[in-house]
């Protein structure tokens, strides 16, 4: 039974390692930079990055890769996210991590542009599927069709005893009516009549001669 109990978490982002650095103060009116972190080969500590989902909530743990021990978390709070992009480079970032109630900050890098992308859509992806579940759409709202251009249906069919008229080169003016066919007199009609537009033969294939 206890093993039944236990939350079932998602995991929503693996990073195989990231590189955990001690960052200086900000300075009022300014972004963070990861120039401004010292030597970028030299970080603090190396590791495991997990974006792990429970019932109550989602948060950015950093553990050992080979025993899994957590060195910081950081509770994800997509009103108030705990990650924040720096100025100069798009692998780094800032990270607000909690511990008992204390908060500090650190600077994470990722050795591969496409790691941090992934970073991002994972967060985005999770961000947009709660604000979703906060506001869910009503269900007598009705999402028209994107292809269905919108405004109200108009009838181009022909009323009984109104003609329009087609102008065919080579060919006299016509009167349409209800029930006559562009190939023939009617529609109620099997054949072809002789006024009517001429079908045209299919394209030669590249055996037929010509």
Not at 116 to 135: E, G, W
Request: aromatic fraction near 8%; proline fraction near 9%.
């Amino acid at each position: 039974m206890d093993a039944l109990d236990e939350e079932v978490e998602s995991i929503l982002y693996i990073a195989r390692e990231v590189s955990v650095y001690k960052i200086p103060h900000l300075k009022a009116n300014e972004g963070h930079r990861a120039n401004d972190w010292g030597d970028l080969a030299q970080p603090l500590w190396k590791g495991r990055l997990r974006i792990v989902e429970k019932s109550s909530g989602a948060a950015l743990m950093f553990e050992d890769a080979q025993t899994g021990d957590l060195f910081a978390r950081a509770p994800y709070d997509a009103l108030k996210p705990c990650v924040e992009s720096v100025l100069d480079s798009s692998r780094y970032f800032v990270i607000r991590v909690e511990d008992a109630g204390k908060k500090a900050y650190i600077g994470m890098g990722f050795a591969e542009r496409t790691d941090s992308f992934d970073f991002n859509v994972a967060l985005q992806d999770y961000t947009k599927r709660l604000k979703a579940a906060f506001s869910p759409p009503s269900p007598d709202e009705e999402t028209p069709s994107p292809h269905i251009p919108a405004g109200p249906k108009k009838d181009y069919s022909l009323k009984e005893g109104q003609t329009f008229s087609i102008s065919i080169p080579g060919k006299a003016s016509r009167l349409l009516t209800p029930g006559t066919s562009l190939i023939g007199s009617s529609t109620q009609s099997t054949g072809i009549s002789g006024g009517g537009v001429p079908l045209l033969p299919p394209p030669p294939s590249s055996g037929r001669k010509k």
